[in-house]
């Protein structure tokens, strides 16, 4: 089942530190099949608040999306990204084509 990491970034702080880890991020997601669905971007504010950026990323299960954020190759980018970004960064399975909202109710 596909998987994403899902990040909501409140600050960034622009510069040659994230220049950097956006330079090569890319790299890091093709091994385990990673790619950008959301990557910042205008949005449509619709309820509440939402001062920061979000990211998606899709990858083709749990598996790899763990093994990508768990990679050497990764853990070398993200003091890059920890040291001028401020937010949270989750890894989250998706739900099949049929899934309903009552799906959740059945615990």
Not at 69 to 91: C, D, F, M, W
């Amino acid at each position: 089942m596909t998987a994403y990491a899902v990040g909501y970034f409140e600050e960034v702080e622009m510069g040659p530190e994230i220049v950097a880890y956006l330079e090569a991020i890319d790299a890091t997601l093709a091994p385990f099949g990673g790619r950008f669905l959301i990557h910042g971007g205008d949005k449509n504010v619709l309820e509440g608040e939402w001062p920061g950026d979000l990211v998606v990323i899709a990858f083709p299960d749990m598996d790899g999306a763990r093994a990508w954020y768990e990679s050497p190759t990764y853990a070398r980018l993200l003091p890059l990204r920890l040291n001028k970004a401020k937010g949270a960064v989750i890894l989250i399975e998706g739900v099949c084509q049929d899934h309903k909202a009552t799906d959740i109710l059945a615990g």
